[in-house]
Each structure stands twice: as C-alpha cells, then as structure tokens.
C-alpha cells in the first residue's frame, strides 16, 4: 500500500490541505454531486445558492422549488426531499442549520452521525470529514473502489462499504487526502472502468486485471 501511494505521488504529487469548508455545504454539495457529472452538480449548487441564501431558506422553500432550482443535477424530487430531510434532522440535532459542532466529535462519532441522515452513507460521509473537517480519513468511491479491486488492496467483489471498512486500516497516516484524489485521477485518466489504459502502467506487476485485460 505504502509502495503505491508513493508512485501514485510520483506520478500526481502529495497534496496537502487544511479544513476551510462549512461542514453543512459540504454535506449538501456532496448530496447534489451523487451519480452526476461534476459540471452538473457545480451548476445546481450555484442555482440553489443564488435563489436561497441560507440554508434556512432552503428549508422552508417548496419542493418544487428546490427541484427546479437542482434540476440540472438530475434526479431533483429525489434530491430535494433528501435535502430537505437532511435540514430539518439537523435542526432538531443543533437547534440550527448548522453542523459545525461536529468539529468537537470524534472520527466514529461524526461519521455515525453524519451516515443516519438521509440519503448519506459512509462515503459522503468520508468525503465530509477530509474535506470539511481535515480529517484523516479516506472515502471510497466509485475509482477508489475499482482500483482497490484491481491492484489486490481488498478482495474481489467487495461492496463499496466493505472496501472503506477495509482500505481504512491499510491507508498510512496522513495519506488519506493524497492518495484519495491521486487515485480518482489515476482512474480518471489511465485505469478506466472499461478498456483500462495496462500498458506501460506502473502498477502492471501487481495488477490483479491486467491478465484479464491482455487476453480479452
């Protein structure tokens, strides 16, 4: 593990990065960013914002509202209703629209927390306490979870959060940040879903798919 986070890092650089994200709009942008493109997700946040403010605004607008204002995002009546779930659990938590207080929780408790609201499960979750809360923990989605597959971090066929509950306790400290966005990118630009980009891959040795790949 150490090993391909250091070529990963070689390949990408280590970032590094401290908290400086509300924990609530970070929660509601990875809501609207699930199962859509990025460009997509940044233009229903932008909407949302402009037209509601405060988050106190959203709360009491109308669903229809919210869903024309997200529409862009794709599937707005479902993400409309989960945001507005999300507000009125956090109110009754906070006696606010705020989730700030998380600050004070530790890693389990935050993360239990933040994956019994609606719609949130343990990578948005994850995502949440590394970007918002500077957090030493590492998310797993969609790329992370089909790499791990394929380089043998975890085993075939694991589920999504199986993989998290996995990758947790292999990922060296104060790695969490780099090597997560080091291996979105290298699944973005190299180890695809579909016709993956072997050759010449720095991770071809120890790769459990490339077999598979060169006799396809």
Not at 43 to 67: C, D, F, M, N
Not at 76 to 81: C, D, E, G, N, W
Not at 88 to 113: H, I, N, P, W
Request: aromatic share 6%.
């Amino acid at each position: 593990m150490a090993s391909a986070a250091a070529a990963l890092e070689k390949l990408y650089g280590h970032e590094e990065r401290g908290a400086d994200e509300d924990i609530l709009d970070s929660l509601i942008g990875c809501v609207l960013s699930q199962n859509t493109t990025d460009v997509n997700s940044g233009r229903a946040w932008e909407t949302l914002k402009k037209l509601y403010p405060t988050w106190q605004g959203v709360a009491r607008a109308k669903a229809h509202s919210i869903e024309a204002a997200i529409r862009v995002a794709g599937l707005a009546p479902t993400r409309s209703r989960r945001i507005k779930d999300i507000l009125a659990q956090v109110k009754k938590t906070s006696g606010g629209y705020d989730l700030e207080f998380l600050r004070e929780a530790s890693d389990d408790e935050a993360m239990e927390y933040l994956a019994s609201l609606d719609g949130v499960g343990k990578k948005t979750a994850a995502v949440v306490l590394l970007f918002a809360m500077g957090r030493d923990v590492f998310p797993v989605d969609t790329h992370v979870h089909r790499i791990s597959q394929r380089l043998g971090f975890v085993r075939e066929g694991v589920s999504r959060d199986e993989c998290y509950e996995e990758m947790k306790k292999l990922v060296a400290p104060g790695k969490a940040l780099s090597f997560h966005l080091n291996l979105i990118r290298f699944g973005k630009e190299r180890c695809h879903k579909r016709r993956p980009e072997c050759g010449g891959c720095v991770f071809r040795a120890r790769c459990v798919y490339v077999g598979r790949r060169v006799n396809d």
